[in-house]
């Protein structure tokens, strides 16, 4: 798989480049060249937060069915898992700092949190989150650094900086990591639930908006969650993954793919669900949005990219293909990038419907409009957040012991 | 050209209408004068909007654009145009919509820094100085009553860029200056009626320009106060009562 490891590099840099003009816009100009503004507040970059600090939340419940529930099959790529959740959270997290109207003001969030607010809750459970994951991540590299502390160079150097001076691996000391691990993964569980069900919520108290105002919201958040991350490890796994090419990864990586079919089930279940019901009871405000999405002018959004990519073909792949890995890779890749339609129709919809009739044309200007599509800065900005954070993967993965085919002896013992 | 000689006004005078009415800005503003001495707390300030009344003018846009000096992308009172009915039997409505200044402000329990909070006199505000710009009050506002700042300026485009856009406004009494790109630029911004202005005495631009007296403000905590006696009629009415927002602003229809 190194010729996809490549193929990132390249994409990672491309992105890098290109994407840094829509970062140089934001900073010099502020939000003056963006589609986003008074009747439309959210647009692509809080699509993009939702999506992707929901694939982090589905990354780490992947990582707790190793670290909280000893699922035997996983064990390998536990690592990985986490280092995942971490990048697409600090990607998340990026993506929304630059949405502020005032980022200079952030810290204000945590001295004068509304404990009213969802979004007050948000900023602690993150920072709970982002601690437990780096804390997590570090017991589960621990035995890794002391093993490459002994390796020379850079990566050697900074195995040792990175052991903080704990270099007992005897079989108590990993057998007391792997306790704590139990008990930091349990921890993680309702924690991960509490803070991405509180962006579902965080949208589901909305009661100006009924498309968003179900108590199905969260539940969708959590279930697209687990669909979206699980989908990116499959993938992740493929490329990244231990032992490439031998019959135990072969089977992580299928066995993914089946976990990924049943949760892209499940999800489809839930999106029914709501659509059914919504569109039954005809309430206009709640079907206005619908029908934006289903039929409105970025209809292909919904029937080509999610139902049509994104649900259809890796069903179908998974189902008739799921038994070969690059083909379950494959399908996980396309599920994960695709899922951003998915958040992106949750936002626009629920804003794209005037609140009262007569708005729309009753005094106009940018950003008193009720059509949205993402300006070239939005989309650069965006596309050079997640080429930093794939850059900060790919040099992650090469300079910190994330992947251990070596110690895959060992970790058994 | 007939001359205003003495004899002349003196007639005019003798013979003027004796049962004019009143102007309703000069109650008003009488009832204002009395209010302001009340304490803070003691006061509820309501919009009264005779919708039979409103000619669509949008004076009352213009003159709040003005006396905030809202950029582009920006308006606290719009008016929204209906038209109801099929030709012959047609007519149009008009429905100036500012901050309802909710009882139940939907946008005060989400903001997550707690920036805009019910002022003990019910006007609802935005703290500039605090405000994230994170724009979830906007979301859920059930009114689009809520604007976001995006920094923009009218003529900065042009050739010339005009000094006017560039003088500070005074919302909440202070002095507010973008040019520099600070706030309000990045924050939510909205109608706040004229706190500036009551507090200087007078009436919020709005009302004082409407053509057609079809605007009231006033204390609704004092029974001689016009909008006391308007708000009571039983053509009165509130936009989206079913949410519970419980909005400070009535309209007659």
């Known amino acids: ?413 | 050209m007939p001359v205003l000689t003495e004899p002349r006004l003196a007639f005019i005078v003798a013979n003027a209408p004796t049962d004019i009415p009143e102007d309703p800005l000069m109650r008003m503003q009488a009832d204002l004068a009395r209010a302001l001495k009340k304490p803070l707390e003691q006061r509820r300030w309501v919009m009264v909007i005779d919708l039979r009344k409103c000619v669509g003018c949008s004076s009352c846009t213009i003159a709040c654009v003005a006396e905030n000096k809202l950029p582009p992308g920006v308006v606290y009172r719009p008016v929204l145009e209906d038209e109801i009915g099929t030709y012959p039997n047609v007519t149009r409505r008009f429905v100036p919509r500012p901050c309802m200044q909710c009882d139940n402000p939907p946008c005060v329990p989400v903001c997550p820094v707690s920036a805009t909070y019910k002022r003990a006199d019910g006007i609802v505000v935005i703290d500039y100085d605090v405000c994230i710009g994170c724009r979830y009050c906007i979301a859920a506002c059930p009114y689009s009553a809520r604007s976001f700042d995006n920094g923009r300026y009218y003529t900065s485009g042009t050739p010339q860029w005009q000094a006017y856009e560039k003088l500070p406004n005074f919302e909440y009494g202070e002095s507010w200056d973008r040019s520099k790109g600070d706030s309000p630029v990045g924050n939510a911004r909205k109608c706040q009626f004229c706190t500036h202005r009551l507090d200087a005495g007078m009436l919020p631009a709005c009302v004082t320009t409407c053509i057609g007296r079809a605007t009231y403000f006033g204390d609704a905590n004092d029974s001689q106060a016009l909008v006391s006696h308007l708000i009571g009629s039983p053509n009165v009415t509130r936009l989206k009562e079913e949410m519970g927002t419980e909005p400070k602003v009535y309209y007659l229809v």
């Open chain 1, 1 to 413: 798989m190194k010729i996809f490891e490549k193929l990132l590099w390249l994409v990672a840099i491309i992105g890098f480049v290109v994407g840094a003009y829509g970062l140089y816009d934001r900073i010099a100009n502020g939000h003056i060249n963006v589609s986003y503004g008074s009747y439309i507040p959210w647009g692509l970059w809080v699509g993009a937060y939702i999506y992707l600090v929901g694939v982090s939340a589905g990354a780490f419940l992947i990582s707790t069915l190793v670290y909280a529930f000893g699922v035997k099959k996983l064990e390998k790529i536990g690592k990985l898992a986490l280092f995942t959740a971490i990048i697409a959270l600090g990607v998340s997290l990026f993506s929304i700092w630059l949405d502020l109207g005032h980022p200079e003001r952030a810290l204000e969030l945590v001295l004068r949190t509304n404990f009213r607010s969802m979004m007050g809750w948000m900023i602690w459970l993150y920072s709970a989150y982002f601690v437990l994951l780096v804390v997590e991540l570090w017991f589960a590299l621990r035995a890794d650094f002391v093993a490459w502390s002994a390796r020379p160079g850079f990566v050697g150097s900074l195995a040792r900086i990175l052991t903080f001076g704990r270099r007992d691996v005897s079989a108590g000391a990993v057998a007391r990591d792997k306790s704590l691990l139990r008990v930091l993964g349990s921890l993680g569980v309702p924690l991960a639930i509490a803070f991405h069900g509180g962006v579902g919520a965080l949208f589901g108290v909305v009661g100006a908006r009924p498309y968003w105002n179900t108590g199905l919201t969260p539940i969708m958040f959590l279930i697209g969650a687990l669909l979206s991350g699980g989908a990116l490890l499959t993938f992740v796994v493929l490329v990244f993954g231990p032992n490439q090419g031998s019959a135990e990864h072969r089977d992580t990586v299928v066995f993914l793919g089946q976990i990924v079919l049943g949760l892209l089930l499940l999800d489809v279940l839930l999106e029914w669900a709501e659509y059914s019901i919504g569109l039954y009871s005809a309430i206009p405000a709640d079907v206005a949005s619908m029908q934006l999405v289903l039929f409105g002018p970025f209809a292909w959004v919904f029937w080509g990219v999610h139902v049509g990519l994104g649900v259809v073909v890796p069903a179908l792949v998974l189902i008739f293909r799921g038994k070969s890995p690059v083909w379950a890779g494959g399908a996980g890749l396309l599920i994960a990038i695709t899922f951003l339609s998915v958040r992106l129709n949750i936002v626009i919809p629920g804003l794209a419907v005037p609140e009262l009739q007569g708005l729309a044309n009753a005094f106009t200007g940018p950003g008193l409009t009720f059509d949205y599509f993402p300006t070239l800065t939005e989309w650069l900005m965006q596309i050079w957040i997640v080429s930093t954070g794939l850059l900060a993967f790919l040099i992650g993965y090469r300079i910190l012991p994330i992947v251990t085919p070596e110690r895959a002896g060992a970790a058994e013992a």
